[in-house]
């Protein structure tokens, strides 16, 4: 196994216990094939018409700066934006929300971002444990995180049994597995995503949390798609 380093990777120094922002977060993920939905980064409303223009509506606009962690609390997120004047009118809604928390020379633009679907939101996590060492998290995504206190923790490294078990442990195993004539849910791409969770906890000596939330769950055959990723850096000895 080889070992490495999320600040080697990026090219940069980030300090103990940051976040990365989103863009930093996607470069580390894409290295594991972890699969995310396409976006552009944008430094105006013009550019935000031109990529979602490329991107294809219905688009979602979200604000990027290391000093706003949960952006949809602080009005940062707008989602299902179908038209050049809803782009506009986003862009400057979050702009004037994000500029309550943040200086604009902190502000690294705006992400226009492919809007996803799926048949259920879960969320994938990683955090390492002063005990236990790496551990990893599957459990209800979204919004239902904090309501349904629904999940499933294990230490890393874990089988795709293991995975497949914590699943099962879910109460959110139902939407997953085709409860009441819902489509049964990619559960084999779910299994390849926490299992690349798992190597990274392993591999990236640096890496101190991950939380991939949500996660969108397709049907069967049809993959998963991270939408939001959150990657904690943590120092090591020199
Ligand atoms: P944060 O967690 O920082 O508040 P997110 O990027 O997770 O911000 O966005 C908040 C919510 O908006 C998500 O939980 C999800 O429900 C929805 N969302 C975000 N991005 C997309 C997307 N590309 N497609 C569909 N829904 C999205
Ligand atoms: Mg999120």
Same mark, same amino acid.
């Given at each position: /196994?080889? &070992?490495? *380093?999320?600040?080697? %990777?990026?090219?940069?120094?980030?300090?103990?216990?940051?976040?990365?922002?989103? &863009?930093?977060?996607?470069?580390?993920?894409?290295?594991?094939?972890?699969? &995310?939905?396409? %976006?552009?980064?944008?430094?105006?409303?013009?550019?935000?018409?031109?990529?979602?223009?490329?991107?294809? %509506?219905?688009?979602?606009?979200?604000?990027?700066?290391?000093?706003?962690?949960? *952006?949809?609390?602080?009005?940062?997120?707008?989602?299902?934006?179908?038209?050049?004047?809803?782009?506009?009118?986003?862009?400057?809604?979050?702009?004037?929300?994000?500029?309550?928390?943040?200086?604009?020379?902190?502000?690294?633009?705006?992400?226009?971002?492919? /809007?996803?679907?799926?048949?259920?939101?879960?969320?994938?996590?990683?955090?390492?444990?002063?005990?236990?060492?790496?551990?990893?998290?599957?459990?209800?995504?979204?919004?239902?995180?904090?309501?349904?206190?629904?999940?499933?923790?294990?230490?890393?490294?874990?089988?795709?049994?293991?995975?497949?078990?914590?699943?099962?442990?879910?109460?959110? %195993?139902?939407?997953?597995?085709?409860?009441?004539?819902?489509?049964?849910?990619?559960?084999?791409?779910?299994?390849?995503?926490? &299992?690349?969770?798992?190597? /990274?906890?392993?591999?990236?000596?640096?890496?101190?949390?991950?939380?991939?939330?949500?996660?969108?769950?397709?049907?069967?055959?049809?993959?998963?798609?991270?939408?939001?990723?959150?990657?904690?850096? *943590?120092?090591?000895?020199?």
């Amino acid at each position: /196994m080889t &070992m490495a *380093k999320i600040t080697a %990777y990026l090219g940069k120094e980030v300090g103990s216990n940051t976040t990365l922002h989103e &863009m930093d977060a996607r470069e580390i993920l894409a290295r594991y094939h972890i699969p &995310m939905n396409r %976006y552009r980064l944008t430094a105006s409303a013009e550019e935000a018409v031109e990529a979602a223009e490329d991107i294809g %509506y219905p688009v979602v606009l979200k604000i990027v700066s290391p000093d706003i962690i949960h *952006k949809s609390d602080i009005g940062g997120v707008k989602v299902n934006l179908a038209s050049e004047e809803e782009v506009r009118a986003a862009y400057e809604d979050i702009m004037s929300s994000a500029l309550q928390h943040t200086k604009k020379e902190n502000m690294i633009g705006m992400t226009v971002q492919e /809007m996803c679907f799926g048949e259920a939101e879960i969320l994938i996590g990683m955090k390492r444990d002063s005990v236990f060492g790496p551990t990893v998290v599957i459990g209800a995504g979204g919004v239902m995180v904090e309501l349904l206190q629904d999940y499933s923790l294990r230490i890393c490294p874990v089988t795709r049994e293991d995975v497949a078990e914590m699943l099962n442990e879910l109460k959110t %195993y139902k939407l997953l597995s085709g409860y009441r004539g819902r489509p049964e849910t990619d559960i084999e791409a779910i299994i390849d995503v926490v &299992m690349q969770v798992s190597r /990274m906890s392993a591999e990236l000596e640096d890496l101190e949390a991950l939380d991939l939330n949500p996660v969108l769950v397709r049907a069967k055959g049809k993959g998963v798609v991270a939408v939001d990723a959150r990657l904690t850096v *943590k120092q090591t000895g020199l």
